[in-house]
């Protein structure tokens, strides 16, 4: 047996907070560290495998022999193995050989901790550190402007593996590819932020990376971690935050994975009835373990300290907080109260989010979260789950339901377009039309639309002009910008082919104003999580399907009235009720010829006259465009 040097990384106070699961700065003290002791350079490895009654490390330093680099197994009760290996070097490959006190069974593993990863479907660790020197020191000084709830938040969702490919040799494009290519296409679309689909490590391409085995290891895929650190990076330096999907709701079975770790159920909850999620045929982590609650809030702080994350977007949330989530009766245990919540969960969310905002305070933490569960993303002094914002998950089934409909019928179904706003407000809403909108047969959004194809993009352009008047943040799934035709498929590019034909190069034209409209009005993104931002014009005219509305910010001047004609009847001499004298300006409209529309607008000033309507005080008469959004300001 070689010799394995007795050494530690870790203090006695590092195990008290970790046994009580308040330690987040674990990546620090776990998983694989080069380091120097008596002057010989060497591997510091710490793995947490407390059923183990012996745990060593196999790679390509030892031929992957069992019992060759064993580690010893701290005095503490911590559960906690560790050991320097002398001449282990950056790059080497390597996993642990657990032997279980169960049984003596064996399991061989992928290191939790691992910051890189071998391509799949190999599956072994590597020893890596890559000293990335950054260089987005401006963006980190004010990204608190950026990323604040008063400013402008349009996010463009992405599958790093599927945006664009390298067509001539058939492959993925590299992070430093992407950071060319991508970091420029969203600054020239106007957003102002991406949001990742997760791009930590995982086995398994048909999971769209939500089935993690290397929660600390950007994927291998694209490239190596330092050039992920240069792709956020590259981002950054271009005025654009990054938002990491984050997956703290289950991880699969894979024999290298977090699964039965020790020969014991040391991540996932023992009770099956707990721990494992059929829908997805996937192992849920045990919340109420201290040990794994500091595992996952390390994680999080994770990639905010060491990646520079603005953000995480928190996956599947719903099926966390319920324990009855996707269960028949019989299958699911209530709480000690005998209700369905999971007071782990709940306790494990609100620690959290404490966790990030206290240490990370400009960034945002955004809730999955499709249930009517209360206050998610309310302060947890309040009794809040304290997320930042929360996805607008009925706005996005109402919309899509109502936009699917032949305008000839949308006058019965005007309570689907207008009953987001009877509770728009009890939580910081994000709107999504996100990647599980365009698979398994529901189609393209534009594909959901009716009538012809002028009608279709018509139909399009006002649903995103609906979208970005809203109240409450934005969120586009790549594709939708220009009108992809066909559902996402992770396989294959987007069809950036389509900008050759007219009707998709000017949505994508229309797309990149709108996102400019949005960021340059304040009225539009100040207020957007308070009801004092929107006051509705009219909301029930419905033999005509017109919509009307007021968008407030801080400073009255700028508010601005939007208008929605949801039929292709061109409607001229509207009349809508007004709250100030003066003048009415168009200043965005959906219908312009350079948008693919039919060039119906309101070229000049509208006087405002002194006359009641829908109860204001003043009114104004304007022509609404067919299938058509016209924002006006106050002159």
Known sequence: MAHVKSYSLFTDFDIDLFKSGKHYR??????????????????????????AKQVSVVGDFNYWME??????????????????????????????????????????KADPYARRCEHPPSTASIVWDDNYTWKDKSWMKNRKKHNAIDAPYSVYEVHLGSWKRNVEEDRFMSYYELADDLVQYVKEMNFTHVELMPIMEYPFDPSWGYQLTGYFAPTSRFGYPEEFKYLVDQLHQNGIGIILDWVPS??????????????????????RRK????????????????????????????WLDQYHADGLRVDAVASMLFLDYSREDGEWEPNIYGGRENLAVIDFLKQLNEEVYKSFPDVQTIAEESTAFPMVSKPTFLGG???????????????????????????????????????AFTENFMLPLSHDEVVYGKNSILGRMPGDEWQRFANLRLLYGYMFTHPG??????????????????QESLDWNLLDFKPHKDTQNYFKALNKLYKSTPALYEKAFTSEGFEWISHDDHDNCVISYIRKGYDEANNVVVVCNLTPTIRENYKIGVPFEG??????????????????????????QKESWNGKDFSAEITLPPLGVVVFNFQ
């Open 26 to 51: 674990l990546y620090e003290k776990f998983g694989s560290h080069l380091v120097t002791v008596d002057g010989i350079e060497g591997t510091y490895f710490a793995v947490w495998a407390p059923s």
């Open 67 to 108: 019992g060759e680099h064993q580690l010893n197994v701290r005095w503490d009760s911590s559960g906690i193995w560790e050991g320097f290996i002398p001449m282990v070097s950056k790059g080497s490959i390597y996993k642990y050989k657990i032997q279980s006190h169960h049984n003596d069974i064996k399991t061989e």
């Open 250 to 271: 289950h991880f699969p079975e894979d024999a290298h994975g977090l699964g039965f770790f020790d020969g014991s159920h040391l991540y996932e909850h023992p009770d």
């Open 275 to 302: 721990g494992y999620h059929p829908d997805w045929k996937s192992l849920i982590f045990n919340y109420e373990r201290n040990e794994v609650r500091s595992f996952l809030i390390s994680n999080a702080v994770f």
């Open 385 to 423: 789950l304290g997320f930042g914002m929360k996805w607008m998950m009925g706005w996005m089934h109402d919309t899509l339901e109502y936009f699917a409909k032949d305008p000839v019928y949308r006058k019965y179904h005007q309570n689907e377009i207008t009953f987001s706003l009877a509770y």
């Open 473 to 490: 943040t934005k969120l586009l799934f790549m594709g939708g910008e220009f009108g992809q035709y066909n559902e996402w498929n992770f």
């Open 583 to 608: 003048k009415l300006k168009e200043i965005f409209n959906s219908d312009l010829k350079k948008f693919g529309g039919s060039g119906i607008s309101n070229r000049k000033g509208i006087a405002i």
